[in-house]
C-alpha cells in the first residue's frame, strides 16, 4: 500500500477526530477513548454498522436477531465494547 502524503494524514487524523467526537455524543464514552478503543478504519466501520442496527425502529427481539446474522460486520465492536464496560 503506498504511503499517505502529508495531507492525507492530515485529513485522516481530523476524520478520526470528527467521528470520535460524533460517537461521544451518542455514548458513555469520551472521543478520546473512542480513538483509542476504534484506532482504523475498519474498526470505525464496524461501531457504525453496530450503532445503525441498535437504532432500527424493531423490537429487541428483532435487533438481537439482526445482530447475530451480522456478527461479522459488528463483533469486533461488541467485544471492544463489552471490554471497556467490564473493564478486563
Do not use: C, H, W, Y
Not at 477526530?17 to 461521544?24: C, D, G, P, V
Not at 429487541?60 to 471490554?83: E, F, H, P, S, W
Amino acid at each position: 500500500m503506498a504511503k499517505k502524503s502529508d495531507i492525507g494524514n492530515i485529513a485522516s487524523e481530523k476524520t478520526k477526530k470528527e467521528f470520535a467526537e460524533k460517537i461521544s455524543n451518542l455514548t458513555i464514552l469520551t472521543a478520546k477513548e473512542v480513538e483509542k478503543l476504534f484506532p482504523i478504519k475498519d474498526d470505525r466501520v464496524e461501531l457504525e454498522e453496530l450503532i445503525k442496527i441498535i437504532n432500527l425502529s424493531i423490537d429487541d427481539i428483532a435487533k438481537k436477531k439482526k445482530l447475530v446474522q451480522n456478527m461479522d460486520k459488528v463483533g469486533g465492536a461488541l467485544i471492544k465494547i463489552a471490554k471497556k464496560i467490564l473493564s478486563v
